[in-house]
């Protein structure tokens, strides 16, 4: 006999935990239509004003962003999660650096090769969306320091704060391992498309863990940073620099290269600089699987103070009201 005919109490247990997840989705939800309602609302104005919809496009848009998700949208869900209780305690582990170290170098692997399968997969059934084209095309022509401030300061400490320290605080005690994963595929979900879901989905899931087990939120963002960092300055930095010699083409584009730059002997440095930073990737990423398979045995998942049956999960945690509404946003912002 099913617990729940033996137990009926059960029932309100569960309609208690779906409403909790319900109202953490609904959360996420407000933080989303906020946002983009947000600047709709500003470009229709901008629009009004006279402006074309082409100057400055880049900038405005990193702007925006910034303003609309961060400095508005972001307090406004901050205050809407005051009101949906805590639920169980993250863990307080102090670790050493050689820790670090490795969490580093694991998290160089889950980027490197994420984004390499969100690229074959994209590319396979050619599910390119415009969001990530969008974005892109912001990060490598918007001005330098609009894009530090929105992907290296802004992004990391806003969706460290909603995706981990909010999001965990209040399912954390239903178990680690549900924390973490719940954590992991709602930050992939909510960038909208195949090419970053992979590895944003992977590192959302190192963060959580991260989190569950030092209970400090701030190493989860210096670690977002660093990534960010990498990906959305230093990589746009390095072929910025290297425009004169990306624009020759031809049939023989390979000897008008060698002759640009034998022309132009300090377009050489950008190239090695370009060169070196390919290769440190790589080889942190390699150096980063090799010690995910060498400690995976230390990665363990404390149960919470409440289990939810497995039979039970699916209608509990997705089936509900409010991550409905939040899945069908993101499936759309996929398909858009």
Known sequence: MDEFQQNPWMWDILRMDRRQFSRIA??????????????????SFLRLWGWNGYSGIMNLSWMM??????????????????????????????????AWIVVFFMASALSYFGNLLGNLVTGFFGASS????????????????????????GAPIVEEMIFRKF?????????EKLSVLLSGALFGLMHGNLNQFFY?????????????????????IVF???INLGGGIIAPMLLRSMDGLLSLSGFDSARIQ????LSHPAAVLPVLFFIAYVLFQLAASVIGLVMFYVF???????????????????????????MICFLLLCLFSFFA
Not at 26 to 43: C, R
Not at 131 to 153: P, S
Not at 167 to 175: A, C, H, K, P, S
Request: charged share 15%; proline share 4%; glycine share 8%.
């Open 26 to 43: 609904a959360g996420f939800l407000l933080y989303n239509l906020l946002g983009a309602g947000l600047q709709i609302i500003f470009v």
């Open 65 to 98: 962003n910034i303003v609309c998700m961060y400095l508005l949208a972001f307090p406004i869900t901050a205050f809407y999660f005051r009101s949906v209780p805590k639920f169980g305690h993250v863990r307080n582990e102090r670790w050493e650096l050689k």
């Open 130 to 153: 415009n969001n990530y084209e969008g974005l892109m095309e912001m990060v490598f022509q918007a001005d330098m320091g609009l894009t530090f401030l929105a992907v290296v300061v």
């Open 167 to 175: 999001l965990i605080d209040r399912t954390i005690g239903y178990g």
């Open 200 to 220: 944003t989905f992977a590192l959302g899931c190192l963060f959580a863990y991260i989190y569950c087990k030092t209970g400090r939120i701030r190493n989860c």
């Open 224 to 226: 977002h940073m660093l």
């Open 258 to 261: 060698a002759q640009y730059l």
């Open 296 to 322: 995976r045995r230390y990665i363990c998942f404390y149960p919470g103070i409440r289990r939810i049956p497995e039979n039970r999960v699916l209608q509990t945690v997705v089936l509900n009201p409010g």
